[in-house]
């Protein structure tokens, strides 16, 4: 049975011709080719796919970014307000506290010294507030943006709860009237969140 075998196998070798030993070469060649050509066009496909996924990550992140204030353009009331004038901390709101500087600085007691050390204050205060209405309108209408829904499904967890410390203390900084949030604060946030989203 075992010699029979090798028989019909023998004679079917033996009636290949030699055209078509190159035909069957030829064909396990092309099936070779086109193996690997569509195991390139799948890599090329899912590297295509994994940029594209970047890119649109790339993208979110500009706008979380854009949507901030710039690092060099931060700035708080502690920059300017101290202690001494019992402003910081307190119960008195941000838009306020021009007017608490203009009577001190009219205060009948008040030194000229005294005077321009207000006065300079209340300029301060005033670019202060400038910066802050133009910056929280920013953020306001970026938040209240349809787009800011996508953006929050589709970056990282640790993207958005940066982003919102940031906000959170921005806010804080210009409304609460609890601990002093400085300029450094902010700065270290915006920091984090841009370390995060390098990750």
Not at 118 to 137: D, G, Q, S, T, V
Not at 153 to 166: K, L, P, R, T
Request: hydrophobic letters at 40%; aromatic letters at 12%; one cysteine or more.
């Amino acid at each position: 049975m075992i010699r029979e075998d090798e028989m019909i196998i023998s004679n079917f070798f033996d009636s290949i011709t030699p055209d078509g030993w190159i035909s069957f070469a030829g064909s396990i060649i092309g099936a070779f080719f086109t193996l690997v050509s569509v195991i390139i066009v799948i890599l090329i496909e899912r590297k295509h796919n994994i940029q594209n996924i970047k890119n649109s990550k790339r993208i979110y992140h500009n706008r979380l970014l854009e949507s901030l204030p710039s690092i060099d353009q931060l700035c708080s009331q502690a920059d300017y307000l101290n202690d001494e004038d019992g402003l910081l901390g307190g119960f008195t709101s941000s838009e306020s506290r021009v007017n608490i500087l203009v009577n001190k600085m009219n205060d009948d007691l008040c030194t000229d010294e005294r005077r321009a050390h207000f006065k300079y204050k209340i300029e301060r205060h005033k670019e202060y507030l400038k910066y802050w209405e133009k910056a929280n309108i920013k953020i306001e209408e970026f938040m209240n943006d349809g787009y800011f829904n996508v953006i929050k499904s589709e970056c990282d967890g640790a993207v958005i709860a940066a982003y919102y410390d940031f906000i959170v203390a921005f806010h804080n900084e210009h409304n609460y009237c609890g601990p002093v949030i400085t300029t450094d604060d902010l700065r270290n946030l915006l920091v984090k969140l841009v370390e995060e989203i390098h990750r």
